[in-house]
């Protein structure tokens, strides 16, 4: 309807007027207490309204449930022993005398309903790496706009939906999905779907499912390995995998030949099975195998074919060099008619049959074939792919040996050497041949240390029973120059005469001499058959010294010094009379004592029937006592 201007006015006035002659009635004084209601539905709920206004002409509640009305009354109650109605809006009114004539609040009045039940919907199975949806479904819930849903692991929250913007009063159900990729770890790990109502501050109502015990997979299709050719009556091999299978232990395997079980097996530790089996005809066999994993199965299957294929035999013997030879492949017991025979030349094709007909290969033996690879094939062609024996031998051609090192005419050792440690023989002959070596028409052992008398001729003899070979060398031992005797001299030489001294060594080769001396235009050095000589003619003072001499060759050196002393002439002369006067002294001596000693002879006598002196002694001779003669005893 369209207000007109004049009508806005004159109310305008009127409000001015009722403001003016009663301001402390002037406003809305509506109290709801309690002013929020949260009330479980069914429950009772109670809800005081009233004014502190003294113009009231009345209260009351307006609602779909219960109204309420009280005449000249400043308070109303609403009351309801049961609330059982989704969308009562309860309005709290107060009507006065003065404007504003009626004010009217709306109660905020929550209804709420718990969860009838929350559950958890997760798939059979859930594989590992993969993303699966885990769905929390709750149902009959109200209001949904306070609803939480939350998914836990344990105690780790891992989702959260709520739904604050929905407006719906009356209970609804909601099923939220929440996207988990499982990992191995997660084996074994529980998960739960909790509902909450946050009607209000402080704890919300809580509402959880029962938790889900999550068993991830991994599980792939089988590999099934077998021949495609299995020979009749003999034990072939099947082996059925499962890669990447988890949780291990709960694999269960099923290998089945022609639908009949040929092995079952669970709880396997590795995730594979291998079986022998034998098949008993040609007929085709199918073998097939069936994984199993909780509630998931898989399978494999692969069609065999039988066949018969008896052993192919070779034949062949040694041929001597330059000789004719014959090899043969045969093939013994019932050979299938589809069957080739061929005979192979170090892989390459020789002679092929179609046939029962023996296979025979003639040949010109030459040393360059023997120890080449003969084989002897039989091929049988089947539907999938065709199946091959063979027999493999050498060629054995017998020829004389030779010796393919290369050997000098001569060789110069050292005392100590061996001839295996210079020598490395490289002989060839079939059969091997024997090699030893010969010096003097006999056997010499190769590892003996060698002296300086085994010089001379050897030979190096290969022989089998086709023949031999001779290689011969002359072998020289050397050794270093022997010990010079003596190694130290000393020769005395009068100035002015002439010496002579020789230094010679054994060795071989033969010594070179060098000398070290004192440097005189007198001494004259020469070399002959192997003595170096040093001649010093009309010795001086400056030939005084020492004279060294080194002989040497290859394997070492020996040494001679000769110390060489020149006197003048008077110091042997001196020498001369001092050594006389040594001498002739204690000879004089001697000689004056003995005469002493004869002149003066003394003795034992016999003074037997003499008398005595007066006194009883003995006179001295010459003294005046009577003369004795002396009696020698």
Request: net charge negative.
């Amino acid at each position: 309807m369209e207000v007109r201007p004049l009508h806005i006015l004159s109310v305008s006035l009127l409000l001015v007027s009722i403001t003016t002659s009663g301001a402390a009635s002037a406003v809305c004084d509506v109290n709801i207490d309690p002013s929020r209601v949260v009330v479980r539905f069914g429950d009772p709920v109670t809800v005081n309204c009233s004014t502190t206004r003294e113009d009231v002409l009345g209260a009351g509640w307006e609602s779909s449930v219960n109204p309420v009305n009280e005449p000249n009354s400043k308070i109303a109650v609403w009351n309801v022993s049961s609330l059982t109605v989704w969308d009562a809006e309860p309005k709290c009114f107060i009507n006065y005398m003065n404007e504003p004539r009626q004010c009217v609040e709306k109660l905020d009045l929550v209804i709420y309903k718990y969860p009838e039940s929350v559950s958890l919907i997760a798939p059979d199975f859930m594989k590992i790496g993969e993303e699966s949806n885990i769905t929390c479904q709750v149902l009959d819930v109200a209001p949904i706009r306070y609803l939480s849903v939350k998914l836990y692991k344990g105690d780790e929250q891992l989702g959260n939906r709520s739904f604050t913007h929905n407006s719906t009063r009356f209970p609804v159900n909601e099923s939220i999905p929440f996207p988990v990729t499982p990992t191995r770890a997660d084996n074994g790990a529980e998960y739960t779907c909790v509902a909450e109502l946050q009607l209000g501050p402080g704890e919300p109502i809580k509402n959880a499912s029962l938790p889900f015990r999550m068993l991830p997979i991994d599980f792939e299709q089988p590999i099934l390995t077998v021949s495609e050719n299995v020979e009749v009556n003999q034990s072939s091999t099947v082996r059925c995998e499962l890669k990447n299978a988890f949780p291990p232990e709960e694999v269960q395997v099923e290998l089945l030949i022609n639908n009949e079980i040929h092995t079952n097996r669970s709880n396997m530790d590795n995730v594979y099975v291998e079986e022998s089996f034998t098949l008993d005809s040609v007929e085709p066999a199918v073998i097939t195998c069936n994984v199993s994993l909780r509630s998931l199965s898989k399978s494999a299957s692969r069609n065999v074919q039988g066949y018969v294929l008896p052993e192919p035999t070779l034949h062949t013997e040694a041929v001597l060099v330059n000789h004719t030879g014959i090899v043969t492949c045969s093939v013994d017991g019932s050979f299938p008619a589809t069957a080739t025979q061929r005979l192979l030349l170090n892989g390459l094709l020789v002679i092929e049959t179609h046939n029962s007909t023996p296979a025979q290969y003639e040949f010109k033996a030459e040393k360059e074939l023997n120890g080449k690879m003969i084989t002897c094939e039989t091929e049988l062609k089947l539907a999938a792919t065709p199946v091959k024996k063979n027999q493999s031998t050498t060629f054995n051609v017998l020829y004389p040996p030779t010796i393919k090192t290369h050997f000098p005419a001569s060789k110069d050792l050292k005392e100590g050497e061996t001839l295996s440690s210079h020598f490395d023989c490289e002989a060839e002959g079939n059969p091997p041949p024997k090699t030893v070596w010969l010096k003097d028409s006999k056997e010499f052992d190769s590892s003996k240390i060698l002296t300086r008398t085994d010089g001379g001729v050897y030979q190096l003899k290969t022989m089998n029973n086709y023949g031999s070979a001779v290689a011969t060398v002359t072998v020289t031992v050397g050794y270093e120059p022997s010990a010079i005797n003596p190694a130290e001299e000393s020769v005395p030489v009068l100035k002015g005469d002439s010496v002579v001294f020789n230094c010679t060594a054994d060795g071989i080769p033969a010594p070179t001499y060098t000398w070290k001396h004192p440097e005189a235009d007198n001494v004259k050095i020469t070399t002959k058959d192997s003595v170096s000589t040093v001649t010093i003619t009309g010795a001086s003072s400056s030939n005084h010294g020492v004279y060294e001499c080194q002989a040497w060759n290859i394997h070492g050196n020996s040494t001679r010094k000769v110390t060489v002393k020149v006197t003048d002439y008077l110091v042997p002369i001196i020498a001369g009379v001092v050594v006389l006067i040594v001498l002739v002294i204690p000879i004089l001596i001697m000689v004056l004592y003995y005469v002493y000693y004869k002149q003066h002879k003394t003795g034992e006598y016999n003074l037997k029937g003499k008398p005595s002196s007066a006194n009883g002694s003995v006179a001295h001779n010459g003294k005046a006592a009577e003369e004795i003669p002396l009696t020698p005893v």
